[in-house]
Each structure stands twice: as C-alpha cells, then as structure tokens.
C-alpha cells in the first residue's frame, strides 16, 4: 500500500509535503526545488508531553517552522534529517542545540 504525499506548506521555493501516517509520530519531508532537502520528525511521545508545546494538531506547521529555522540558520551545513524526542523540546523550542537532534 503506498501512501500518497500531500502537500502542505510552500514559501521561497520550499515545499513542505505530509508523507503519511508513520507509526512513530509526524513527519514532514521539506523539497527546494523538486530536491530533497531535510526530513523533520517528531515522536508521538514529545507530542504527548504538555510542556513540549507540540501537539498532534499543530505538528506538521510547527515541523515546518522547524525545519525552515534550521534550513535559514544552516545555509552552508545540510543534516539529511531532524529527529526531535519528548526531551528535545520545551514550549515549542528545540532545546540542547541543533546538534541533538541532527541525523546524518
């Protein structure tokens, strides 16, 4: 069975395309170009976190403002995915750094 992507967010020549239900939390495939740029996923259990300010409602715009934070801050270093755990976020932001969450 193949899940069909939707897309959801475009700004700047970004796309930000829902990927389908993974099992494990939300996931946000974020392309430039028609070229994969940074995959952004978040756990089900940091969105069950009350303090992690991520919910399974706003998942997928808070991934994406994520993402573009990391893209706009990074111009020059491109991790190939962010995956953010219940202890990697308080209030919506990313906390230890941009390298606890870096997947290469």
């Known amino acids: 069975m193949q899940i069909e992507?939707?897309?959801?967010?475009?700004?700047?020549?970004y796309e930000?395309?829902?990927?389908?239900?993974t099992g494990q939390g939300a996931r946000l495939l974020i392309l430039q170009d028609q070229e994969k740029v940074l995959?952004?996923?978040v756990t089900i259990a940091a969105?069950?976190?009350p303090s992690s300010g991520v919910t399974f409602e706003n998942a997928h715009r808070?991934?994406?403002?994520i993402g573009m934070a990391y893209i706009q801050g990074?111009?020059?270093?491109?991790?190939?995915e962010l995956s953010i755990q219940a202890n990697n976020?308080?209030?919506?932001?990313?906390?230890?750094?941009?390298?606890?969450v870096e997947v290469n």
Request: hydrophobic letters at 35%.
């Open 16 to 21: 930000g395309w829902d990927e389908g239900p």
């Open 39 to 41: 995959v952004v996923k």
């Open 5 to 13: 992507k939707r897309l959801l967010f475009k700004s700047d020549g």
């Open 74 to 80: 990074h111009p020059d270093k491109r991790a190939k």
């Open 62 to 65: 808070w991934l994406w403002q």
């Open 47 to 49: 969105m069950q976190v």
């Open 89 to 100: 976020v308080q209030n919506g932001q990313i906390i230890g750094g941009w390298e606890t």
